[in-house]
């Protein structure tokens, strides 16, 4: 297998056919988690906490002035907040609610859909400029269409069984361990499972996402029901393991190179900012307070921009030659005599 | 059909737009104006800010979504494309869908939207003036009558705010609701900096104190 021709010629469909960028983005903004932004709020609130509880070591008589230089609010800004929280109607608590959950479904049902579309018209659209076909958003937009729900019922029942497997081997080693501590000669056994079972989970895990890339192919490139690309793409996996793993290896390190220019963009920009900051500071002590916010700020924000954009358009192009990489890694499988078709021993239609 | 690569069509589309949006914002300003009438303290004029950031999270998206469907659908064209002589046509002039709609405005508008709205940019240089949500949803737009309307329309909406926004102001300050959520504002602020400087000279006296009572410590154990 020549994986670099692979990554030369992907570089070439992907440079030459700027549509799959459009796609590449989609997916890379679809694709990455939200992030927990959570760590913070707990600590804050117990700033807060902090301030509330130490309000009734404040003195008396500063309380008592407090309330007479500020008139009619209450002098106890937590009396204030609950006394507001008490008086909101439960109308508002419902609506609040409702909303909630309408914007998290919307989100969801719409991350889904674009997720799958975008793969799928990524996958098609890179076999098509591969085959020198004409490829547009139209073009691309239509067979992703026709893939997406194919492909978010595939991931559902690759992902979903390996959570519940994992999830039965966990409770079966859980009542084990349960077991020992009554009997003790047995505690040696369930330590080793444990052991055995993470060892499990990751080769688990490492072979359900050379599955997944294949069914992704097979629904893409094939037009195969979910079904039969998930028997199909068994199938591949069982015979290609560990030369797709060595395409994921490639894909992967390509990611951690492309992380390693994002750092030295951020440094740069970092850098650009602080002398930006730098040059205002020494304009304002030439000419005026002013000046630094005149020069500095829109220079930051318009630098801020640029980066946002070229981080973005960065992403749908690593996205995009990623996608590419496994298209045309696939179409040399195909030409190899030991490829297994559609319809060969091991594969019948449902 | 031949397209001249025109920049006042972008500009069309633009100021339609920008009635649409404006029209559809006169949701929360209304709402704002009923808050300022009906308050009659600051508690009223606090929850009343509450529903505010209520419509504009979770309810405003949904009028917006419910109203470029169902405009599409039904004139093939919103009240601001309308007006400005316009129309969405499907390229292979089949009849518009409903799923054609959920193509161009969540998910079209979506990718078009992505790096800065580079995909409604894109009709600038687009020799059919489309955008990526036109290109994804097969769909173009094209000029059937006068734009003069929309220019008319856009001075009568852009006067509208003007006078709403003068009559939120004014009545706010008649009713003391302006000046009752800043005199609000202030006194939190200031408490919450009194708590801090107590908390901070607490510390102060606290490590003080300390320190006074490990020298008499330390004097008594010479002694």
């Not at chain 1, 893939?147 to 084990?176: E, M, N, Q, T, Y």
Request: charged share 15%; with cysteine.
């Amino acid at each position: 297998m020549d994986y670099y021709s692979i990554l030369r010629r992907s570089w070439e469909i992907v440079k030459k056919h700027k549509v799959l960028w459009v796609f590449g983005l989609v997916l890379a903004s679809f694709s990455g988690s939200t992030g927990s932004g959570g760590g913070n709020s707990s600590s804050s609130t117990k700033d807060l906490q902090k301030i509330f509880e130490q309000k009734d070591q404040i003195p008396p008589q500063t309380g008592e002035k407090i309330s007479q230089i500020l008139g009619a609010m209450t002098s106890d800004p937590k009396a204030f907040f609950l006394s507001l929280i008490q008086s909101i109607p439960p109308a508002f608590w419902v609506a609040f609610v409702v909303g909630v959950v309408a914007a998290v479904l919307f989100y969801l049902v719409l991350g889904i859909f674009m997720r799958n579309w975008a793969k799928g018209a990524l996958f098609t659209l890179a076999a098509e400029a591969d085959a020198n076909n004409e490829v547009s958003l139209r073009k691309g937009s239509l067979q992703g269409l026709r893939a997406w729900k194919r492909l978010f019922i595939s991931h559902l029942i690759l992902g979903g069984g390996f959570v519940v497997s994992f999830l039965i081997i966990g409770v079966v080693i859980a009542i084990i361990f349960g077991i020992s501590s009554i009997a003790k000669f047995l505690v040696l056994v369930p330590a080793l499972l444990t052991i055995f079972a993470i060892f499990a989970f990751f080769i688990a895990l490492v072979v359900v996402m050379v599955w997944s890339v294949y069914t992704d192919l097979s629904i893409s490139l094939e037009d195969m029901p979910w079904k039969r690309a998930l028997k199909y793409s068994w199938h591949l996996t069982k015979k290609y393991f560990w030369q797709t793993l060595m395409m994921g290896g490639i894909n992967i390190g390509i990611g951690c190179l492309s992380s390693i220019i994002v750092l030295v963009v951020l440094g740069l920009f970092i850098g650009a900012v602080v002398v930006t900051g730098l040059t205002g500071f020494a304009l304002r002590n030439v000419i005026g307070d002013p000046t630094t916010l005149l020069v500095g700020l829109p220079l930051v924000g318009i630098l801020l921009v640029a980066l946002l954009a070229v981080l973005g358009l960065f992403g749908g192009i690593l996205q995009a030659f990623t996608s590419t990489n496994w298209v045309l890694f696939y179409g040399e499988l195909k030409k190899q005599s030991e490829f297994p078709r559609e319809g060969d021993k091991g594969d019948k239609s449902d | 059909m031949k397209y001249k690569l025109n920049y006042y069509h972008f500009f069309l589309r633009l100021a339609a737009w920008l009635f649409d949006s404006l029209l559809l914002a006169l949701v929360p300003l209304l709402f704002i104006l009923f808050v300022v009438v009906a308050s009659r303290e600051s508690k009223d004029t606090w929850i009343g800010i509450l529903w505010l950031v209520w419509i504009v999270l979770f309810f405003e998206w949904i009028v917006v979504l419910l109203y470029r469907i169902s405009t599409y659908v039904m004139f093939k064209a919103s009240l601001g494309k309308l007006l400005a002589g316009l129309e969405i046509e499907k390229e292979d002039r089949s009849k518009s869908t409903l799923k054609d709609a959920l193509m161009r405005f969540p998910i079209g508008y979506t990718v078009s939207s992505l790096v800065w709205g580079l995909g409604f940019f894109w009709i600038l240089k687009d020799p059919k003036r489309k955008g990526f949500h036109d290109h994804i949803a097969g769909t173009v737009v094209v000029q059937r009558g006068s734009s003069h309307n929309i220019f008319v329309s856009l001075a009568f909406i852009f006067t509208l705010y003007l006078f709403l926004i003068f009559t939120i102001v004014r009545l706010g300050n008649e009713r003391g609701v302006w000046s009752g959520l800043k005199n609000d504002g202030e006194h939190l602020k200031e408490q919450l900096f009194s708590l801090f400087e107590f908390s901070s000279r607490s510390k102060t006296n606290s490590i003080d104190r300390k320190t006074r009572e490990d020298a008499a410590n330390k004097t008594q154990n010479r002694l």
